[in-house]
C-alpha cells in the first residue's frame, strides 16, 4: 500500500492512497460472505454460492462497490494509524481509479489538529484581585440564615412585597381557558418575579378572597408568544417574621453560643470562597495569556459542525417545549439568531482554541493519564452531577465519551502543572500561595452560614489536590464546548 500526505493548509491535509489488489483479499471474503447470506441461487445453499456465480448473479460492479465501501474506512484509518495524523471529523472521500484486478485509489481530504508554536512558558506571571471581606457581606449572608428559620403568620391586610400568599390562577388566550396555564393554591412570594410578568404588580394590594386580571406574554407551550389573559385570585396572605438577630439566634442556627463568633466564622468561610476564587481567576487569567501569545488556527469545518450540532439539539428541544427561535430569541434577550450564532462562533472558537493549546502544552511536556487520575476526575465529576462514580462512569462509556475524559483530565494536569510554576500575585502586590487553595473540612454548621458560600464549600469537598481544583473547571468549559466535534 501506498500513501502520501499533502498538507492543504495549518488545519487540512489531503491523503492519497493506493492499494493493491492483494490487500483487499479481506475485503472481498466479507463481502462475498455477506452475498452469500442474502442471495438465493437454485441448486445452492445459503452461504455456499460460489463467488464467480454471485458475481454473475449480481453483477461485479456491484460487487467492487460494496469492496470498495468496506475496504476504504480500514484503508483509511489503517494509513491515519500509521503516520499518526490527529484528525478531526469524518474525511471527504474520492475514488480516483478502481481497475479490477489491479488498483483501488482513492483520497481523503480531513480536518486535522493544528501544529501549535508554544511561547515561552518559563516566568509566568499574573495578578488577581485582592482578597477582602466586607461587613457588608457578612451581613448579607447571617440574613441569608436568618431567613431560614422565618415563621410565617397569616396576616389581616392587603399583600406586599415579602409576604407569601396562596393564590389561583386562570389564564386564557380568546375564549380559550389554557390548562398548562391555570392552577389552584399555589404558594408565592410577593415581588419575587419569579413566576410571570405582571404577576407582583396584580398581587400587591390585594387581601384574601381578592382577584385582578392582567395581560403577560407566554413563554412557552403551543401559545409561546402570545397574550394571554390571566385572573389571580389571592386565597391567603401570610407574612414572614424573622427570629432576632442575637445570640439565642445564633445557638439555634449553628453551633456557636454567640452572634459574634458566628460571624466570625462567616468572615472565615467567606475569606475561603474568595480565595478559592483567587485561584480560579488566577487560572483564568493564564489561559487567556496563552491564548493572546500563541496562534491558533481553527478548522473552519469543526466549528461549523458543532454550530450546527448544537442548533439542532436546540431546535429540539424548543420544539419540545412547544416554542420557537422568535420565542427563544426573547426569552434570552438576543437581538437576534445571527447575533446569537455569531456569540456563539466565537465562543466556540476560543473553546476550541484552549484545547489545541492544552493539548500541545500536554505533548510538550510528554503528560500521560494514569487510573488515580482518572479515578479522581471521575469522583469530582459526579460528585457535581450529584451521582455515584460508577454511575458517571458507566454514562461515559455509554454516551463513548471515554476517550475525550481522557483527553479532558490530560488537559487539567497540563495546565495545572503551568500553575504549579506561576508566579501568582494579588493587586496588592502579595504572593498567592496555592497551596491556601487545598480544600480544608468544613464544620457541619458553618455549611449552613450562606447558600452561596456553602456551593462552593461542595465543590471545593470533591477535589482531592489543590491542582485539579483551580484548573479543572478552565479546561471543563473548552470541552462541553467542543467535545462533540473533536471526537468526530
Do not use: C
Request: glycine fraction near 6%; charged fraction near 30%.
Amino acid at each position: 500500500m501506498k500513501s502520501t500526505i499533502e498538507e492543504l493548509g495549518p488545519t487540512r491535509v489531503r491523503m492519497a492512497i493506493e492499494v493493491p489488489w492483494g490487500d483487499l483479499d479481506h475485503a472481498f471474503g466479507e463481502v462475498y460472505k455477506e452475498l452469500g447470506r442474502q442471495v438465493r441461487v437454485p441448486g445452492f445453499r445459503p452461504g455456499k454460492v460460489p463467488n464467480r456465480v454471485l458475481d454473475q448473479r449480481i453483477g461485479r460492479p456491484v460487487v467492487l462497490e460494496q469492496v470498495v465501501q468496506h475496504a476504504i474506512p480500514e484503508v483509511y484509518s489503517e494509513v491515519v494509524r500509521e503516520n499518526s495524523v490527529r484528525v478531526l471529523g469524518q474525511p471527504d472521500i474520492e475514488v480516483t481509479r478502481l481497475d479490477d484486478n489491479d488498483t483501488l485509489a482513492f483520497t481523503a481530504e480531513v480536518d486535522v489538529v493544528p501544529k501549535v508554536e508554544l511561547p515561552s512558558l518559563d516566568e509566568l506571571a499574573v495578578t488577581v484581585d485582592d482578597v477582602e471581606v466586607t461587613d457588608e457581606e457578612i451581613d448579607q449572608q447571617v440574613s441569608v440564615m436568618r431567613e431560614r428559620f422565618s415563621m410565617l403568620t397569616g396576616v389581616d391586610r392587603a399583600a406586599q412585597d415579602g409576604d407569601f400568599v396562596s393564590i389561583d390562577l386562570e389564564a386564557r388566550v380568546g375564549d380559550e381557558v389554557l390548562e398548562d396555564g391555570s392552577t389552584s393554591g399555589m404558594s408565592y412570594e410577593v415581588g419575587s418575579g419569579s413566576l410571570m410578568e405582571g404577576l407582583d404588580d396584580a398581587v400587591r394590594g390585594l387581601s384574601a378572597d381578592g382577584s385582578a386580571t392582567f395581560e403577560t406574554a407566554l413563554q412557552q407551550g403551543p401559545h409561546a408568544g402570545e397574550q394571554a389573559q390571566v385572573t389571580v385570585t389571592v386565597r391567603s396572605v401570610k407574612a414572614k417574621e424573622l427570629p432576632e438577630l442575637d445570640d439565642e439566634f445564633a445557638s439555634t442556627a449553628s453551633e456557636f453560643d454567640t452572634l459574634a463568633e458566628l460571624r466570625d466564622d462567616v468572615r472565615t468561610r467567606l475569606q475561603r470562597v474568595k480565595t478559592m476564587q483567587q485561584g480560579a481567576q488566577a487560572r483564568d487569567k493564564l489561559v487567556e495569556h496563552l491564548l493572546a501569545t500563541t496562534e491558533v488556527p481553527i478548522p473552519d469545518g469543526l466549528v461549523d459542525r458543532e454550530i450546527q450540532y448544537r442548533n439542532q439539539a436546540l431546535e429540539n428541544e424548543l420544539q419540545q417545549a412547544g416554542m420557537d427561535w422568535d420565542a427563544f430569541m426573547s426569552m434570552t434577550g438576543s437581538e437576534s439568531r445571527e447575533a446569537y450564532e455569531t456569540e456563539q462562533r466565537t465562543q466556540i472558537e476560543e473553546a476550541v482554541r484552549t484545547q489545541f493549546v492544552l493539548d500541545a502544552v500536554a505533548d510538550a511536556r510528554e503528560i500521560t493519564v494514569d487510573n488515580d487520575d482518572l479515578s479522581a476526575q471521575i469522583m469530582a465529576q459526579a460528585s457535581r452531577n450529584r451521582m455515584s462514580p460508577e454511575q458517571y462512569a458507566q454514562q461515559l462509556q455509554q454516551g463513548g465519551n471515554i476517550a475525550e475524559f481522557v483527553a479532558d483530565v490530560r488537559r487539567t494536569k497540563a495546565l495545572a502543572q503551568l500553575l504549579e510554576q506561576t508566579t501568582i500575585t494579588d493587586a496588592s502586590g502579595n504572593v498567592v500561595d496555592l497551596e491556601a487553595l487545598r480544600p480544608k473540612t468544613v464544620p457541619a454548621a458553618a455549611a449552613d452560614s450562606s447558600e452561596d458560600a456553602g456551593e462552593d464549600a461542595e465543590d471545593e469537598a470533591p477535589d482531592a489536590e489543590v491542582e485539579t481544583a483551580v484548573a479543572v473547571e478552565a479546561t471543563e468549559g473548552a470541552t462541553e464546548d467542543s467535545a462533540d466535534v473533536a471526537k468526530g
